[in-house]
């Protein structure tokens, strides 16, 4: 009588999955869909609304310099919650822009963005690498500089042509001058006739 109770459940169980199986069809399907892009443009527009308030910040020359940097860290670390990629190339303009002192007169901005700009996310970017290589050979200011090299060096890892750029900035060493006075080369002489551990 029990097995027969639980068989019984079972069976209805069973019957009860059918069912809803049965009812969960086409239509359910594409109305999940059109929630789940609902639910993402409504996140876009969510960051996007955040965005545009650290964008007006950090572009805001009468704010204080810190005011500014902050926001571009924040923007930063908000880029992962951007679903479109006009948010991203936005983000790449503002940072990019904030690089040159044509456009940004303080030197600790100018050092900010260039420590924000991402690798991963535009690490082949053409006007990026400009703005890096540009920054880095001929900023006036020397830890703005050192920004750069260090934005360089990172991308390197995924870009040859950051390598290139930095070997391409790495002053050649001095050439040797040949030794002019009689003194020093009687001394060379003098040195060749002996052993070479006299040397030291």
């Known amino acids: 009588m029990k097995k027969t109770a639980i068989f019984l459940l079972l069976g209805t169980i069973l019957a009860a999955g059918a069912a809803e199986a049965r009812e969960y069809g086409p239509d359910d399907i594409r109305a999940e869909q059109a929630e789940i892009r609902r639910i993402r443009a409504e996140a876009d527009r969510y960051w996007r609304d955040i965005a545009e308030g650290y964008y007006s910040a950090a572009k805001d020359s009468s704010r204080s310099p ?60 053409p006007e990026v690498r400009a703005a890096i290589i540009k920054a880095a050979s001929s900023d006036p200011d020397p830890a703005v500089r050192a920004a750069a090299l260090k934005a360089a060096q990172l991308r390197a890892k995924k870009d040859d042509r950051y390598t290139e750029d930095l070997r391409a900035m790495t002053p050649a060493a001095p050439a040797a001058k040949p030794l002019q006075t009689k003194a020093l080369q009687q001394r060379l002489q003098g040195i060749r006739r002996t052993d070479p551990i006299q040397m030291f």
């Open 66 to 125: 810190e005011d500014r940097i902050k926001a571009i860290s924040e923007l930063v670390s908000r880029k992962s919650g951007y679903q479109h990629s006009r948010g991203l190339n936005q983000l790449m303009d503002l940072l990019t822009d904030l690089t040159s002192p044509d456009n940004e007169p303080d030197a600790s901005v100018r050092a900010a963005a260039l420590a924000a700009l991402p690798p991963d996310v535009f690490p082949y970017s």
